[in-house]
């Protein structure tokens, strides 16, 4: 099999590129970050590429390579990625997959679903929090952290949960996040986890993506319900192309080999 381009910005990403190893077929994942390349298991038949991308970078490195598809693992709500990898993708020719969790979180809690509120975007969310009083346990990461910090008087209730890397420190740097209101740590965190960060902070309020379970929402909003505290999901942006487990890309993948095969 021709080597597979994976964008990379999940656990799904990383799962994939096991799976692939694990049968010998070569693949290139590209990481936007350092700590992305970190988290990458290096091993044979993979090649990691680290470094943000533009789509004519995409366009470029499409070009150059032998690759028999391009795998999209990056986060669901890299909105503008995605877009730029499909667009790369059409113009060489290249198959596209989207790669992407399941947003069914198993929701434990029923008895407080009252307490459980969705909104569509960031900026709905910061309207809303504007109106809350008490501390704030955010863990959307730091990619919207400007929206949250541009308003001073959320921006002293904010208590941040990044990835503990590099890039996202320097962001609440760059929004004036002090010290003692991040915590930088990698997951996935246990009910039991988020409840004792729930507690440590004095949070009020707790807001999430959807991500599913893989990316901790249900151990989210389990702990918020045992605390008796609101929690505000930012629903995920709907996905124009089909999405894939790790299955279908699989299957996908030896039918584009049976096909290409002379």
Same mark, same amino acid.
């Given at each position: ?15 994939? $590129? ?7 077929? *070569?693949?290139? %994942?590209?990481?936007? !970050? ?13 090649? @990691? ?24 693992? !990056?986060?669901?709500?890299? $909105?503008?990625?995605?877009?730029? =990898? ?6 060489? &020719? ?14 434990? =809690? ?7 509120? !969705? $909104?569509? *975007? ?12 008490? &501390? ?12 949250? %910090? ?20 320097? @962001?609440?740097?760059?929004?004036? @996040? ?15 986890? &988020?409840?004792?960060? @729930? ?14 379970? !893989?990316?901790?929402? /249900?151990?989210?909003? %389990? ?5 008796? #505290?609101?929690?505000? #999901? =930012?629903?995920?942006? /709907? ?5 894939? /487990? ?14 290409? *095969?002379?």
């Amino acid at each position: 099999m021709a080597e597979i381009l994976i964008f990379s910005g999940t656990t799904e990403g990383r799962e994939l $590129v096991e799976a692939l190893c694990a049968r010998q077929i *070569d693949c290139m %994942a590209s990481v936007a !970050t350092e700590y992305g390349r970190e988290v990458m298991r290096q091993q044979e038949h993979l090649v @990691i590429r680290e470094g943000r991308m533009g789509e004519p970078e995409m366009e470029e490195l499409m070009r150059t390579g032998a690759f028999l598809a391009v795998v999209d693992a !990056t986060h669901p709500y890299a $909105v503008e990625v995605t877009e730029h =990898i499909k667009e790369s993708a059409k113009k060489t &020719n290249l198959p596209y997959l989207r790669l992407s969790r399941s947003t069914a979180a198993e929701r434990e =809690i029923a008895e407080h679903e009252w307490m459980i509120h !969705t $909104v569509a *975007d960031t900026q709905e969310c910061v309207e809303l929090l504007s109106k809350l009083p008490g &501390n704030i346990l955010l863990t959307t990461g730091s990619k919207e952290l400007h929206a949250y %910090a541009a308003r001073e008087e959320i921006r002293k209730r904010l208590f941040v949960r990044v990835l503990p890397g590099v890039e996202s420190i320097e @962001i609440c740097h760059r929004e004036q @996040i002090p010290g003692k209101q991040i915590i930088a740590m990698q997951g996935p965190f246990s009910k039991e986890m &988020n409840l004792a960060m @729930i507690r440590q902070y004095q949070a009020s309020v707790l807001v999430t993506k959807e991500s599913g379970k !893989t990316g901790g929402e /249900d151990t989210k909003l %389990a702990a918020a319900g045992a605390a008796q #505290i609101p929690s505000y #999901i =930012i629903l995920r942006p /709907d996905e124009k192309t089909p999405v894939m /487990d790790i299955d279908e890309v699989l299957m996908q993948l030896r039918r584009l080999e049976s096909v290409t *095969d002379p």
